[in-house]
Every structure is written in structure tokens, then in C-alpha cells.
């Protein structure tokens, strides 16, 4: 796996990416991985908004 679990993730540590990471074995913790990823990136939507507003401004010229 590339991501860290989710305790390493929250913590902010490096995770080894095992199904049980040492980590979480470490401290007795349950290790879980997130099935999903995050989406990131601009909000849907915006860059059309950015496109309106360009035209908007190129037409007040």
C-alpha cells in the first residue's frame, strides 16, 4: 500500500504500509486503511465560474 493508515495518517508519521503497521502494533491500536481516496483539487464548478468572470472582465475592456 502507498498510503498510510489512518492513525499514522492522523498522527502525521511515517507508516511501513503493512496490513497490521508496526506502529499501530506498537500501541496496541487497530490498523485501517481508507478504501477511498480524497479528492483534491480545485471545487467542481470553479473553473467555469473563472471562465465567466475572464470574459466578463475582457468584455469591460
Not at 48 to 55: A, E, I, P, T
Request: net charge positive.
Amino acid at each position: 500500500m502507498l498510503q498510510a493508515c489512518d492513525q499514522c495518517r492522523a498522527r502525521k508519521l511515517k507508516c511501513d504500509g503493512q496490513p497490521q503497521c508496526s506502529r499501530c502494533t506498537r500501541r496496541n491500536t487497530q490498523c485501517h486503511y481508507r478504501t477511498t481516496m480524497l479528492k483534491r483539487g480545485p471545487p467542481k464548478g470553479s473553473a467555469s465560474s473563472l471562465v465567466r468572470k475572464l470574459r466578463r472582465l475582457e468584455a469591460a475592456l
